[in-house]
């Protein structure tokens, strides 16, 4: 066999196995790509066989109701946008507001600043009559019962403290400033609380302009105007400038008027050290035992009666043999009960459940029903009431009445209670021409002039900040005495005023005659004292002064004269020396300050010229009371303003007295 050709066929045998080997390989490598895709379809069909029975499950089921979508919330009006404020108001008030106080009492409240001196300005008339009052300061803290310390003689306002000047400091005191400098225009702020605000209310405050300044000569004082004030009723207002400084402050009643005290008047006339005293009612007795005597030419006499029995009952035992009318009046003038007075005895009730203080008067009525159905006949010379009561009672020392009257000189005085009046005597000279005017800021002034044929009065004749100041001129033909009276208008206000008497025209006393009429005046004299115990005076501004004091006599703490007596029955004779109608009390008390005798001395002059007039009074003999410590005091009344002296003279009965005396010296000119 050739080799050649069994080469050739292996390789042709090998080929074909070469061609064998890769045909194989591809008819595999096609199954396994044919495996691969059959696997993917069934892969396929298995899962869209099981969506198809997944679906046709669903559908066989109930349907499930969806949840429920919760509603969208809604957002509401978009906010407005924060109010920027400020301001100069705004400034003013942050910067006063601390020194602001609340006054109240039980049944009142009032507009307060703190002020450095460590003090509370406040309205007094606000107060209705309370003399203490509690303090809520911007901080919150209350200092509870003031009491009212002093006065601006002539505004109405009032001191309350003194505060602790730690706890001032650290409010602070408002910042006190002159504003009558300030142009008319310029911008201010009213800031105060309202007669309805309760502790915890924040003051209001009112805008506007300064539209002048007014000067009150007479009280030195300076009114600012503003048109800043509110509508309704207040409780006192501070004024401040755009800066905060107080410039001004208002009682009540002149805040709807719009005039402001000038803080610098007050800052410059009023330090502490200087506080106007406080003119509270001073009593000469308080006692549940008094002896009211009211003679002809008096229309009524008043006892007062305490603010501390607000709400309780006081029951009054009157005896008399001269009916009357009797009335409890309040602070305000307000008649809250009348009761009628019979001939005999009477017991009132009263019932106080307002304001006090109280006015108990005294009218009487002698042409009344006595209770049996017949009048009584007007009775002569004075009534006299026995009065006991459960609470005690007060009589009312007129403080007024005791300074005498100078031509050209201004007077200061002050009506002290609703319905109170001061009367003065007043000599003057026929042919001249007096101007007499009374100012007041507090109440509308009535002036009435009676005397040496004039009878004269007037209302508002003389003008002033707000149209309610009195003025006479008088022209009296002869020289005399004539009466000068000043009260209020309708009886209900109170306050000071200044009564002026002037001068104007006729010939001026020159000093000859005026030695004249000193000689004059000294023509009556009070006689030799002979009693056991005696005492002498003069009256001078500041009321009774002693000058000649009889031996063995002593005298006591209001100026009475002691008498030491066994059984408590003596006599005294009163003496004094001015013109006529100049009248004067006489008072004997027990050593409880109980009244147990009363009466007066009046000057019955047949000139006009001063004179002499005495009286005598002796303790009841039917009644002697028990041995000890008597007070005889003797004070000018009504018209006894022009008193120029007085004398007691007191004479005892008992011989123990003297017996004791007697002893006394021996001994000790024995020892």
Partial sequence: MNVFTLTGRLRQRGLWLFTLVVAAALMLSACDLVGDDSDDEEQEQQAQQEEVQQAETAAAAPAARPAPRQPAEDPGPE??????????????YSIVFPSLAFVMTEDAVATGLVISDGYVLVDERSLRGAMVADVVLSSGDTLENLPIVGRDLFTGLAYLGPLDLNLVRRLPGARLGDGEGIRPGSSVFTIGFNPIDMSGSLPAVYSGVLSGVSEWEAGQRTFLRTDAR???????????????????????????????????????????AEVTASRAPSPESASTDHVVRIGPSQAAAQLILGDDVTGQSVSLSISTDTPAALQLIDANGEVLQESNIISGATIVSLAPNTVGVYRVLIS???????????????????????ITSSAPLMTMSEADALAPLEINTPFVGTIDTPGDSDTFNLAIRGGAVYEILVQSLLFDTVLLVEGSGLDAVDDDGGGGPFGR???????PDEDGIISVTVKDYADQDTGPYILTITQIGGELP???SAMADSAMMSAAAL??????????????ESGLRPTLLGIGSELGDNGSLIVRDSDGIFEI??????????????FVMDEAGQTVVSGRVIANCESADPCLASAVFITPEDSPGPSGEWRVLLQPEGAGSGISEWQIEVYRYDESAGSDEEAEEASGNGG
């Fill in 469 to 475: 100041d009195s003025a006479l001129t008088l022209e």
């Fill in 79 to 92: 906010p407005p946008p924060a109010a920027a404020g400020g301001g100069e108001g705004a400034d003013a």
């Fill in 573 to 586: 004779v009163a003496s004094i020396v001015g013109p006529n109608g100049s009248t004067a009390r006489i």
């Fill in 364 to 386: 009487p009525r002698p042409s009344m029903d006595d209770g049996d159905g017949e009048a009584s006949q007007a009775m002569p010379g004075e009534a006299t009431y026995r």
């Fill in 527 to 540: 006689p030799t004292p002979l009693g056991d115990l005696s005492v002498r005076g003069e009256i001078t």
């Fill in 230 to 272: 509110p509508d309704g009723a207040t409780v006192g207002m501070v004024l401040v400038d755009s800066r905060g400084t107080v410039i001004g402050i208002a009682p009540a009643t002149l805040v709807g008027l719009g005039w402001y005290v000038s803080t610098g008047d007050l800052a410059r006339s009023l330090p502490p």
């Fill in 510 to 512: 020159d000093e000859d």
